[in-house]
Nanobody, 115 residues
Framework: QVQLVESGGGLVQAGGSLRLSCAASGSIFSINAMGWYRQAPGKQRELVAAITTGGSTNYADSVKGRFIISRDNAKNTVYLQMNSLKPEDTAVYYC?????????WGQGTQVTVSS
């Protein structure tokens, strides 16, 4: 089992910044990718960004140039720096770790961007 604990959500005005963190614990050996998803009300959960152990990254088109994903392998922690936030970024953000064909999820953290 992999446990994921997120932090860093909140309320911010449009144009502002937030930084999300997700710490993994438990059966963390053989973890490669770590990522962030989000789900807005009435919408499907979507990939925001992902990063491999080697540092390769992947971003949704809607956040490219504004969000930066990074990770500290020694701390088994992944970060999401969110800049130039827009109201459409409002959602619950979930940390995700795929391992051996199973997806592990954090509890989610609310990000609300006011206009």
């Amino acid at each position: 089992q992999v446990q994921l604990v997120e932090s860093g959500g909140g309320l911010v005005q449009a144009g502002g910044s937030l930084r999300l963190s997700c710490a993994a614990s438990g059966s963390i050996f053989s973890i490669n990718a770590m990522g962030w998803y989000r789900q807005a009300p009435g919408k499907q959960r979507e990939l925001v960004a992902a990063i491999t152990t080697g540092g390769s990254t992947n971003y949704a088109d809607s956040v490219k140039g504004r969000f930066i994903i990074s990770r500290d392998n020694a701390k088994n922690t992944v970060y999401l720096q969110m800049n130039s936030l827009k109201p459409e970024d409002t959602a619950v953000y979930y940390c995700n770790v795929p391992k051996w064909g199973k997806d592990y999820w954090g509890q989610g953290t609310q990000v609300t961007v006011s206009s």
